[in-house]
């Protein structure tokens, strides 16, 4: 069952054949600019309002909410309707409101410090189940607006394109959302990054580096094996050209893996042609990699090599880690199966492509 985001206008007054003209406009608009479900268009007829909620049922079901961080953080578990579950999270902060929406169940890219990739693959998320982890924020978030989303949850947004482009374009032309407010993170999927450079709605690139010699990165981040850092830098370099956006690139310091005054230098080797700007965030722990994140202390002065080397960067507050909602942390616990964490403990480490499926 489509959800009501994954209908086109086209696809909603074909649903409406027999209503007047205006009502297409009507119920667009509220699903959209009010992000309302039909139930609550009050200008429909009663009866209206009841056949089209049971035609377009929302396609999330909240299985629970947390929230921390006293009241500024809200993570939900939803269901889909084949019983898949990912999870969105929104963040209030004194000047926007954010929020981190999943694109896969799961995610094939087996990144080794990840709690979703040591989960493995399970589904592809639809248009419409992306769109509406956005209007559920913006739902709840009221009276504050919702601004800025970042594709940062579950999944590898890149490797799920044609539908995140979608659910892009929706909020784009849909809610209004500004495309320099949208985000897409990315583990580095070469071909996508190409398909963005050639979009003509500019939105964010963040790519999740986390190494920046192929030897480490291959390890930690598997499908560096395919798309080598030579591959991937440009790419990156094509998208800032097409662009004219500053690129972000995400690194999670982990305590003697790639906090070294080397791995400092060779990210600003990496960063710098593209004038890159760094976001440092200490490694959140996961069930499954038995290491754990820099020092506060280190954090800062990683910080300062780098600004030292000439680089911009920040280092990014971690939100919601006692609700498991920080970043690389988003697995339902139902799903976080033993087979993986055993399998993961067995061998080590997982292996490239491992766990997927
Ligand atoms: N697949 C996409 C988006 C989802 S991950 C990507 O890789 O970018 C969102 C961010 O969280 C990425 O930068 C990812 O590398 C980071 N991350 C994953 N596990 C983490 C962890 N345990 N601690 C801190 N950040 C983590």
Not at 169 to 185: C, D, V
Not at 316 to 328: F, K, L, P, V, Y
Request: proline letters at 6%; a neutral charge.
């Amino acid at each position: 069952m489509p959800s009501p985001y994954d209908l086109t206008r086209d696809g909603l007054a074909e649903l409406l054949e027999d209503e007047p003209d205006y009502r297409v406009r009507q119920v667009w608009d509220g699903l959209h600019a009010r992000v309302q479900r039909p139930e609550e268009m009050t200008e429909l007829p009663a009866s209206l309002r009841e056949s089209l909620g049971e035609a377009i049922p929302p396609a999330l079901r909240e299985v629970s909410r947390q929230s921390a961080d006293g009241g500024e953080t809200t993570k939900w578990l939803w269901a889909l309707d084949d019983g898949a579950q990912v999870e969105t999270v929104l963040m209030y902060y004194p000047d926007r409101v954010t929020v981190c929406v999943s694109t896969q169940a799961g995610c094939a890219m087996a990144c080794q410090f990840c709690a979703t990739g040591q989960a493995g693959f399970q589904r592809h998320l639809r248009q419409g189940e992306i769109v509406e982890q956005v209007v559920a924020a913006m739902r709840e978030a009221k009276p504050r607006r919702v601004a800025n989303v970042v594709f940062m949850g579950m999944g590898e947004p890149l490797a799920n394109y044609d539908r995140v482009w979608g659910a892009v374009e929706r909020l784009h032309g849909g809610m209004g959302l500004s495309a320099r407010h949208l985000t897409l993170s990315t583990v580095g999927l070469v071909p996508g990054i190409r398909r963005l450079a050639a979009q003509p709605l500019p939105v964010n690139l963040a790519v999740s580096l986390h190494a920046a010699n192929d030897t480490l990165r291959d390890e930690l981040v598997p499908i560096n094996r395919r798309y080598p850092l030579e591959q991937l830098a440009a790419a990156c370099a094509e998208y800032v050209e097409a662009s004219g956006r500053r690129l972000s690139i995400e690194w999670a310091l982990i305590d003697q893996v790639n906090d070294h005054d080397s791995d400092a230098r060779e990210l600003a080797a990496f960063a710098r042609p593209l004038g890159a700007h760094v976001n440092l965030i200490p490694l959140n722990p996961t069930p499954g990699y038995p290491v754990v994140g820099s020092s506060a202390r280190r954090v800062r002065q990683f910080r300062d090599q780098l600004t030292a080397h000439g680089i911009n960067a920040t280092i990014r507050m971690t939100r919601g880690a006692e609700i498991d909602a920080a970043c690389g942390q988003l697995a339902a616990s139902v799903r976080v199966s033993s087979r993986a964490t055993k399998a993961h403990s067995e061998r080590g480490r997982l292996v490239p492509g491992g766990p997927a499926g």
